[in-house]
């Protein structure tokens, strides 16, 4: 993954209004920590930020008074309406060094005929450089027939990454399409039977203004 050069400014303004007013001139505030420093609070340009943190995972060069640091985003907080950022924590990385992460699958290809492909994990926690992170990883279905399960140990990892969960969780299942339609037709019938009527639940999430906090340093 190549690295996104951010230049950033350090913050001497906290609180709620100097969030605002931070994010009204086009920047976001953001926080730089890890490996035992103290917590840098500094801004980071609004329009290359978003840009750079559509990408899962991006290695961040962050230039900060002329001095140059690796980080990998921690935590983005976004605005759930505008979708816009609000606020990011950064941990900071250094070349070679092995960092957890969780990484995007892709399931690629057409199963057997009247099969159903069920993806049981949409990602997965693997070991990997910081600075050689993938984008994601491609699981083929390509012609499996009903039956096939395929095993977190199953997947093919980049060079030099490794897996940081279980190796026996289950990330794809391809059943017989036939099967579990029948099942979920069995399973309405008894709900039926019973008097159980689906019920729709509506949750509304409140965005809290940044609070200024100081994170503990760590490493990532």
Same mark, same amino acid.
């Given at each position: 993954? @190549?690295?996104?050069?951010?230049? $950033?400014?350090?913050?001497?303004?906290?609180?709620?209004? +100097? %969030?605002?007013?931070?994010?009204?001139?086009?920047?976001?505030?953001?926080?730089?920590?890890?490996?035992?420093?103290?917590? &840098?609070?500094?801004?980071?340009?609004?329009?290359? !930020?978003?840009?750079?943190?559509? =990408? $899962?995972? +991006?290695?961040?060069?962050?230039? &900060?008074?002329? *001095? *140059?640091?690796?980080?990998?985003?921690?935590?983005?907080?976004?605005?759930?309406?505008?979708?816009?950022?609000?606020? &990011?924590?950064?941990?900071? =990385?250094?070349? #070679?060094?092995?960092?957890?992460?969780?990484?995007?699958?892709?399931?690629?290809?057409?199963?057997?005929?009247?099969?159903? &492909?069920?993806?049981?994990?949409?990602?997965?926690?693997?070991?990997?450089?910081?600075?050689?992170? @993938?984008?994601?990883?491609?699981? *083929? =279905?390509?012609?499996?027939?009903?039956? !096939?399960?395929?095993?977190?140990?199953?997947?093919?990892? @980049?060079?030099?990454?490794?897996?940081? #969960?279980?190796?026996?969780?289950?990330? =794809?299942?391809? !059943?017989?399409?036939?099967?579990?339609?029948?099942?979920? %037709?069995?399973?309405?019938?008894?709900? +039926?039977?019973?008097?159980?009527?689906?019920?729709?639940?509506?949750?509304?999430?409140?965005?809290?203004?940044?609070?200024?906090?100081?994170?503990? @340093?760590?490493? %990532?």
């Amino acid at each position: 993954m @190549p690295e996104v050069k951010l230049t $950033a400014e350090l913050r001497s303004e906290f609180g709620k209004g +100097a %969030a605002r007013r931070i994010r009204r001139a086009d920047k976001i505030p953001a926080v730089l920590y890890g490996h035992g420093t103290d917590p &840098v609070h500094i801004t980071l340009p609004g329009h290359e !930020t978003l840009l750079a943190l559509r =990408v $899962a995972n +991006a290695l961040l060069s962050i230039d &900060v008074d002329g *001095s *140059s640091q690796l980080a990998l985003p921690k935590q983005v907080q976004r605005d759930p309406i505008k979708h816009t950022i609000e606020h &990011v924590d950064l941990v900071l =990385v250094r070349r #070679g060094e092995k960092v957890t992460v969780d990484i995007r699958l892709q399931v690629e290809g057409e199963a057997a005929s009247d099969t159903l &492909v069920v993806v049981d994990q949409a990602t997965i926690s693997i070991e990997a450089e910081a600075t050689h992170i @993938p984008n994601e990883i491609v699981v *083929s =279905v390509e012609g499996l027939p009903a039956g !096939t399960q395929i095993l977190a140990r199953d997947l093919k990892l @980049p060079e030099g990454a490794s897996l940081a #969960g279980d190796d026996d969780a289950l990330i =794809v299942n391809v !059943t017989n399409a036939q099967s579990a339609e029948a099942a979920e %037709a069995e399973l309405a019938e008894a709900e +039926a039977e019973a008097g159980i009527t689906p019920t729709v639940t509506e949750e509304t999430e409140s965005q809290e203004e940044e609070s200024e906090r100081t994170p503990e @340093p760590q490493n %990532a």
